[in-house]
């Protein structure tokens, strides 16, 4: 019989975390053909979260102690949120999850310029390889004749905010971590408040009261469910084990958008994608 030990619990949620974020996109898909989408489904979704959250993961104390991180949390955190939904929603789910899947290059130079991280020659092959990957994706050479797009840019933003979100993690590791979603959350629900505000959608979705409950339903279940579960499992697991199995996240996108969404891709574009999966892999397997 399997044991079902703290560590195997952890495996098994955090595959099934990746998996729900993997396919993330079907929901946002389908909330953008019943008309809401854009800012007013992250001020939803995530304003859902944050009031979820608040009970458990308000403490005064940190604030004072730890006001700039927890800050830079909240920029970063719920910056990256809102490019990466607002990519998916608008972008090719391919295309934009393995732009997003530049991560680890950030993460490295983050790591290197802001904790001091030293760049050993694995790691700098890591991040040669998803760079060109990315310029494979994009296009190749042609990409300094035509300029990437806005959700190229915006899938690209959303991987360099999460991590810089994640150095911020790690650099007040005293804080609980579900302060630090929480905070996430009220920086995505802030962001797209004023978004709202500065006339970007400024009208509310014309959606019927079905929908927006299935939308409050999906941040409560799905969402808070890919969340608590993706942050609980790493905390379990070494830092390399944990990552190798995230990369599920960008293998059930791939697989659900070609055989669901009828997406394609360039022999150019399979070799993009396979450089950025190699380092992702790389990166990790060497953590562990």
């Not at 495996?11 to 729900?20: G, K, P, Q, R």
């Amino acid at each position: 019989m399997f044991p079902l030990s703290k560590t195997n619990l952890a495996v098994v949620i955090l595959f099934a975390a990746s998996i729900l974020w993997g396919l993330t996109w079907i929901p946002l898909k389908f909330f953008q053909s019943v008309g809401i989408e854009g800012v007013w489904l992250l001020l939803v979704t995530q304003g859902l979260l944050a009031s979820a959250f608040l009970r458990v993961s308000f403490k005064p104390q940190y604030f004072v102690s730890h006001w700039k991180p927890l800050l830079a949390i909240t920029f970063f955190g719920g910056g990256a949120i809102l490019f990466f939904t607002l990519a998916l929603m608008y972008g090719e789910i391919i295309r934009v999850m393995v732009l997003f899947y530049l991560l680890p290059v950030w993460g490295v130079l983050g790591g290197r310029l802001f904790l001091g991280e030293r760049i050993d020659l694995i790691r700098g092959v890591c991040v040669a390889a998803a760079v060109s990957g990315a310029l494979l994706i994009l296009g190749g050479f042609e990409i300094f004749n035509t300029p990437p797009t806005w959700l190229d840019v915006i899938a690209l933003l959303s991987g360099l905010f999460f991590a810089a979100n994640n150095i911020m993690f790690r650099a007040v590791e005293t804080v609980p971590v579900n302060t630090k979603l929480w905070l996430m959350f009220i920086g995505c629900t802030s962001m797209a408040a004023m978004l709202i505000a500065f006339g970007v959608q400024h009208e509310p979705p014309q959606a019927s009261q079905f929908h927006w409950l299935m939308l409050a339903g999906y941040a409560l279940t799905w969402l808070l469910l890919a969340n608590l579960g993706s942050q609980w499992a790493v905390t379990q697991l070494e830092a390399g084990r944990s990552s190798i199995i995230i990369i599920m996240e960008l293998v059930a996108a791939v697989i659900s958008a070609l055989l669901i969404a009828g997406e394609s891709l360039s022999p150019m574009e399979w070799v993009g994608c396979a450089l950025v999966v190699v380092a992702a892999l790389l990166e990790a397997t060497r953590a562990s």
